[in-house]
């Protein structure tokens, strides 16, 4: 006959067991974004082949530099929780197109590729130590290093509201998804979601130092 107490601790400790495999697997997909983002693996596609559409919408995609900072982006929004959830990944992309509509009426903006690179850096940074920064003052750093992507995709993509839908689902995509891991992670062990976000965030410091270094 079973022991009821060793009944009763098996069902406390069962939701503890179906964790580890999906943290197992978590981990793993994050790592593989973070390399796969550290790497041109998409070309900037031709518009006149590929399409408006779709040349915007790789253009994120293409650089590294633009991948992690978003996937950042999104890992800081769910380690701070609340309302950082959704203000982060707003602030982002709106003013993401604000500095594309800078670049597209001419209006210049100083250093703009090393502003991108030190985005994946800072924001790597800030996820990997957990700072209690305020949501709004995270809002503005985010929002900051965002007018500098905006711009160069401004000056990289063409006037078609295609590229705009493009780039902008990309963007909304990449940071989503950047949540998400840390929130699939965070829902099935408490502390988990801090410690898996302060991982990502130093993975993607060192890949934001490898791409300065090669570069």
């Not at 707003?90 to 090393?114: D, H, K, N, S, Y």
Request: proline content about 6%; overall charge positive.
């Amino acid at each position: 006959r079973a022991d009821p107490c060793a009944r009763a601790w098996g069902s406390v400790d069962e939701p503890a067991k179906r964790s580890v495999p999906m943290k197992r697997s978590a981990i793993p997909i994050a790592m593989s974004i973070l390399a796969a983002s550290a790497t041109p693996a998409l070309a900037h596609l031709r518009p006149d082949i590929d399409g408006a559409l779709a040349a915007g919408f790789a253009h994120p995609f293409s650089g590294a530099d633009h991948a992690l900072a978003m996937i950042a982006t999104g890992v800081w929004a769910a380690a701070l929780g609340g309302r950082a959830l959704w203000q982060l990944p707003l602030a982002f992309v709106t003013i993401m197109i604000a500095g594309f509509l800078l670049a597209r009426t001419g209006i210049p903006l100083p250093f703009v590729e090393p502003a991108i690179l030190a985005s994946v850096i800072a924001i790597g940074l800030f996820a990997a130590l957990a700072l209690p920064v305020p949501v709004r003052g995270a809002a503005i750093v985010v929002g900051l290093f965002a007018l500098f992507h905006g711009h160069a995709h401004g000056t990289e993509l063409g006037n078609a509201s295609g590229y705009t839908i493009g780039f902008v689902a990309a963007t909304a995509l990449l940071v989503a998804a950047g949540g998400a891991l840390v929130r699939t992670v965070g829902q099935h062990r408490h502390g988990a979601r801090h410690l898996f976000a302060r991982g990502v965030g130093a993975a993607t410091v060192l890949a934001g130092a490898w791409i300065a270094l090669a570069s």
